[in-house]
Structures are given as C-alpha cells and as structure tokens.
C-alpha cells in the first residue's frame, strides 16, 4: 500500500470511468437487484440500468421512497427523449429513444433477517421458476454511527447494515444466480460488494479482530467497526468465490469511492463539512459498481485470486499485506481470516434459521 494509491482514491483521474452510462451496451432481457436502491449511488445504479434497457429490482424499507425513486427515473427519461426529440424537429413526447426497462420495489430491511427472507421469496415469486437475475449489487450501507442501536436479531450495526445482512440476501439468491449462469456466458453472472478506502487505512491487523469474532462487544470504536464492516464484505467476496467457483457465480469486491449521499447523516458536521469539497456525484461510484458487472476484465480467476476494484473501475495495485494474507488460509500461509468471517456470518444466519 502507498500514499499514491490512497490519494488516487480520493482524487481519481477526472473521465477516467471506462464504462459509463454513456456507452453501457443494452442490457435487454436481464435481471438485476439492488439494495438501497432509492437513494445516493443505489438510485443512481438503478437509473442507469433501468435506462438500458434492465428489469432492476429495488430492494430498500421504505416503499415511499423507492416510489419516488422510481419516478424520478422515469422522469429523467421522459425528460431526455422530449428534449432529444425536440432538437430532432419532433413533437416533445412523439417518440421514445430511450432503451428503458423496469424498476420494482421489494421491501427489505437489512438489518432484519426476516425481511430478508421475505424479500427474496418475493423475488422468486416474481420471476417465476423461469426467471433469471444476472447481477446483484449489494450497495445498501451505513457510515460509522455513534452509540449505534443494535439489529432486529440482536448483531452489531454496523456489521448487520454492511456486511451480515448482505451474506444472508446472497446465500438465499445463490441458488438463482447459479441457475441464471448455467445458462448465460461464462462469468457474466456477479455478485458486488462495496467495500472502502478505509478498509487500508483503519482496519486492524488481519482486517477484522479475532476478539470481535468472539464477542462482539469487544470493539467499540465506531471508526474501526465501519471499516472493519466493509473488509468483511471483501473477505465474504473471496470465501463465496473460492467456495462456489463450480457455480459459475463471480463475487467481487471493490472501493467505489467517496460521494455526497445520505451515508453521511450520522457524521458529526464538522468531519462532514471537512471531507464535503473532495465528495463526488454518486453516478461516478455507480461507474464503478458498472465496472465491477460488466467488465471483461473480471473473470472468476480474478475473483478467487481476492483481487480489489479501485473507484471509476479500477484494480488495486497491492493491498496491505496483511489484508492479502487474511484471504488466505493457514494451510495457504494466510491467517484464514476471511474463512473465520465467512463461518461466523453463516453461524449467525443458522442461529436464526433454527
């Protein structure tokens, strides 16, 4: 790790987003999921894919709010076509030239495993046996909240928001998203995890403490609980991969970036008004959540190898040591770290499910 690549994370090169709204191939007759999908980077994700042409399937509490989410989107669509059509000499409205697809809310709490499960029965009810869901994008999180409440099934808030409640909504979709590969091109199929700058720059050694894993009242510090929160989701990333590789299913990671969203409510003003000159529009982070899907480079050999995407699409250049080992297992000469994080998600889930 070097000060060049933090830097280069929160002053990326300017355009540098190779794969933009712009030029994102049609995405016509496929299915996407996304959490947090009316607001910050998840609205801006939704649009864009909805703009293409996607069924995209919002997954979010509030129904007001994804309903005003989704007709913001179609507005935004509305209004481009009336003004393209107007330059072309054509009656405001007479045509559609945007590929449009569609948006749907499910409601889902994620710190609620319950309406988890209940979000994806909907899910599944919705796209019938002969349904399909190409990429779920877990972009639903919180910033580092003092005195934090904890989850509906009694977990940490952090963890549950950002990471727990993520591997329960994957788990449950893995057996879709799996059938969805069979029968689609090789690799194509993703799951993406946000992770974060701060995953290099505050988390512990091993990227998450032993002693948490224990108990998790032995972390308190909100700063090192949220970065902590997002190197699960890149260890989660690793074990799916390793773990399901014969599914055909690709789990990667990556630090979308810093943006003006609602991530920051529970930031005191003055941090806020600090960071607020270097926070960016959210549509470049759905620029890189873009990369993370689509691009060729990302291919299940990249994800089983732990490799990290960098904001505007981008792969890390080496992550701290430590952090590299932990993906590792002991008998790989890791510390098995990530492998300790994977079970201990998947002990809570069994805990509620029993």
């Given at each position: 790790m070097s000060l060049s690549?933090?830097?280069?994370?929160?002053?990326?090169?300017?355009?540098?987003?190779?794969?933009?709204?712009?030029?994102?191939?049609?995405?016509?007759?496929?299915?996407?999921?996304?959490?947090?999908?009316?607001?910050?980077?998840?609205?801006?994700?939704?649009?864009?894919?909805?703009?293409?042409?996607?069924?995209v399937y919002i997954l979010t509490r509030s129904?007001?709010?994804?309903?005003?989410?989704?007709?913001?989107?179609?507005?935004?669509?509305?209004?481009?076509?009336?003004?393209?059509?107007?330059?072309?000499?054509?009656?405001?409205?007479?045509?559609?030239?945007?590929?449009?697809g569609h948006c749907e809310f499910i409601a889902m709490d994620v710190?609620?495993?319950?309406?988890?499960?209940?979000?994806?029965?909907?899910?599944?009810?919705?796209?019938?046996?002969?349904?399909?869901?190409?990429?779920?994008?877990?972009n639903i999180g919180t910033?580092?909240?003092?005195?934090?409440?904890?989850?509906?099934?009694?977990?940490e808030y952090h963890f549950g928001t950002n990471s727990l409640g993520a591997y329960y909504l994957?788990?449950?979709?893995?057996?879709?998203?799996?059938?969805?590969?069979?029968?689609?091109?090789?690799?194509?199929?993703?799951?993406?995890?946000?992770?974060?700058?701060?995953?290099?720059?505050?988390?512990?050694?091993?990227?998450?403490?032993?002693?948490?894993?224990?108990?998790?009242?032995?972390?308190t510090d909100r700063n090192e609980l949220y970065s902590t929160s997002k190197t699960g989701n890149w260890f989660l990333?690793?074990?799916?991969?390793?773990?399901?590789?014969?599914?055909?299913?690709?789990?990667?990671a990556g630090n979308p970036g810093n943006y003006l969203t609602n991530?920051?409510?529970?930031?005191?003003?003055?941090l806020f008004y600090v960071l607020w000159p270097i926070l960016r529009d959210p549509v470049h982070g759905a620029e890189t959540y873009l990369w993370m899907a689509f691009s060729e480079s990302v291919t299940m050999n990249e994800a089983v190898s732990g490799r990290y995407v960098m904001c505007d699409g981008r792969w890390h250049p080496g992550q701290r040591e430590d952090i590299i080992l932990a993906l590792r297992s002991v008998e790989e000469g890791g510390s098995g770290r990530a492998r300790e994080y994977f079970d201990w998600c998947e002990a809570r889930v069994r805990e509620f499910e029993s």
């Open positions: 690549t933090i830097w280069t994370q929160f002053f990326p090169p300017r355009n540098g987003a190779p794969l933009t709204e712009a030029n994102l191939p049609s995405q016509a007759g496929k299915v996407f999921v996304v959490t947090g999908g009316s607001s910050g980077l998840g609205y801006e994700l939704s649009r864009i894919l909805y703009g293409a042409g996607g069924k129904k007001d709010h994804a309903d005003e989410a989704i007709a913001r989107i179609k507005a935004y669509y509305d209004e481009r076509d009336n003004c393209r059509a107007e330059a072309e000499g054509a009656t405001a409205g007479q045509g559609v030239f945007s590929k449009r710190t609620d495993f319950s309406t988890v499960e209940s979000a994806v029965q909907v899910f599944l009810a919705r796209e019938g046996p002969d349904g399909r869901l190409d990429v779920l994008f877990n910033g580092a909240r003092k005195n934090a409440p904890p989850t509906r099934q009694g977990h994957t788990r449950k979709l893995m057996p879709f998203l799996s059938k969805t590969a069979a029968k689609s091109p090789q690799d194509s199929v993703r799951v993406v995890w946000p992770g974060s700058v701060l995953i290099e720059m505050m988390s512990p050694k091993t990227g998450i403490r032993k002693e948490f894993l224990q108990d998790t009242r032995n972390v990333a690793s074990e799916f991969a390793r773990r399901s590789i014969d599914t055909g299913v690709v789990h990667i991530i920051w409510r529970h930031t005191p003003s003055l």
